[in-house]
């Protein structure tokens, strides 16, 4: 599968920004999918998950409860709705899939989008 990420852009903390995920191939349903951000100087970190069927989501602490990660499979779409931003936000956010399952080690994931940057002013 490939993917393309998008939505990106510069936005006042406080604000909102959704972020998409477009997949290519016929079978986009049998993928986990995983959303990451790598911020300057850091290491790629997790940020959420969703299952095959979008049945189950997971949060890293940090966004838990701002971000919200859902699934269209008919269109072959994730998406990331990033509400209440922060300055600690900015990071250039990627997507990534994998039929094996959800974790929140990059490396796991085979297949992932080229990544859209977020920037959060203060």
């Known amino acids: 599968v490939q993917l393309q990420a998008s939505g990106g852009g510069l936005v006042q903390a406080g604000g909102s920004l959704r972020l998409s995920c477009a997949a290519s191939?016929?079978?986009?349903?049998?993928?986990?999918m995983g959303w990451f951000r790598q911020a300057p100087g850091k290491e790629r970190e997790f940020v959420a998950a969703?299952?095959?069927?979008?049945?189950?989501?997971y949060y890293a602490d940090s966004v838990k409860g701002r971000f919200t990660i859902s699934r269209d499979n008919a269109k072959n779409m994730v998406y990331l709705q990033m509400n209440s931003l922060k300055p600690e936000d900015t990071a250039v956010y990627y997507c990534?899939?994998?039929?094996?399952?959800?974790?929140?080690?990059?490396?796991?994931?085979?297949?992932w989008g080229q990544g859209t940057l977020v920037t959060v002013s203060s």
């Open positions: 990534a899939a994998d039929t094996r399952g959800w974790t929140t080690i990059p490396w796991w994931y085979a297949h």
């Open positions: 191939g016929r079978t986009f349903s049998n993928y986990f």
């Open positions: 969703i299952t095959s069927s979008g049945a189950s989501t």
